[in-house]
């Protein structure tokens, strides 16, 4: 997921980190490099997680099938691919770490291969407009922009019931999609790059740990004028919904249950709004000035104060909720016809492995961008937390456990189908 705009009002230097990483969410563009923040202090000893390895491709019996080629190549033959292609280009989000991750994929390539090329990662304010160059170019016959788009999981649908997306799998160049254990499984067309993306209130432990294990759990009255909740406007206030509906053991592809379960936000739910807002900046500054204890939003928000090590931020954490997650996590896929299929399934390989999972200190990232870049462990391998963002990090990404019981996939066909008319009447009280 996508990162919004954050308030700039008197934090310092570090409310600048943050402006730069969260400008997506909210529609917005890119930023210049923040500047390294203060880590948290250490609280725990090293943790353990769960990403696929660096696994680099190995041959079967006659070298490596490239599915998309249909076709095997030896380790020349593919270096002599790469060659030919020169340069990938990929649609993504506007990470703060993109050009370090850009930097990073090159020296890869040119490290295993022996061969110089360029990626091109190019960062649309909104994914849609990805899917609007791929179709427009297919239907002109034209030649398809992207060589990979990597982003939220319901763009892939969409893609995919318009017949844009290419069988990538199986693949022996992208081997390290057999260990990735996140679900759901959309072999053999695309793979998950993220793990734990998902709405979720996001709270204060220091007050509400001990009892605040559900989104029912937002009607407490110890609440009462405690809470920020989304407005109606997109995924963040559907999805919300969504994980609501659950919790009170309703069916959000039930029209009457899920009219009751908005009738829940309005009647139950309202007397504990502060505020209603999409707003990173505005619920930023609720949390660090105490005057709300919990937020629904995108748990990303968890990771960025957390990281940010700025006053209030201290106690801040994510944690599923125990009915369950909605996950909006992001996939990897090659749009039919691109022009660089064995640059674009390098890619895809090297997203998955470790160096690119947890990136260490050669990407010279700061807490906060790294806190925005990694979204959670995709399997069940042990990997080491780097150190500077060691101490925090159980206390704003779920486990593998915690993943596999606790989140769960969306319609995003029916979804798409009912946002509307779920929102429209939930506008009438989220205001």
Known sequence: MNPPEINKRSFGRVSLVLLGLLALLAGCGGATTPTPVVPPPQTSSPTFVSPPSTVQPSPTP????VSILNRRL??????DAIQSEDSVTVGGWNYAASDALTIQFEAWVKSE??????????REPSPAAYLEQVYAAQQDNATVPYDVVAVEENYLIDALAHDAVEKMLP?????NAARIAILPDHTPYAVPFQASATVAPIFHADRVGEWFHDWRDLADARL????????AEGKVAGLFLVGLAGSLGKDYKNPAQMRETIEFVCADLQPNVLQYTNNFSEIQELLRENRIDAAVTWNLLARLERYSGADGTGDIVFVPMTS????????AWIPKGASHPVLAQLFVQWRLSDAAQFPDEAWDLSNVEWGEYHEGPLSSAGVEVPQPVRGAYESVY????????????????????????WLEQYGKCAS
């Open 74 to 79: 030896d380790r020349q033959e593919i270096a």
């Open 398 to 421: 779920p486990s593998p456990e915690e993943i596999k019981q606790y989140y769960y996939a969306v319609d995003w066909a029916y979804y798409a189908e009912h946002e509307a008319e």
């Open 224 to 231: 009462r004028r405690r809470i920020a909740l989304p407005r």
């Open 171 to 175: 693949s022996d160049l992208v081997s």
């Open 113 to 122: 291969y022996g061969v110089d090329v360029r990626l091109e990662y190019i």
């Open 324 to 331: 369950g997650q909605p996950a909006i996590n992001g996939y």
């Open 62 to 65: 006659g070298g490596f099938f």
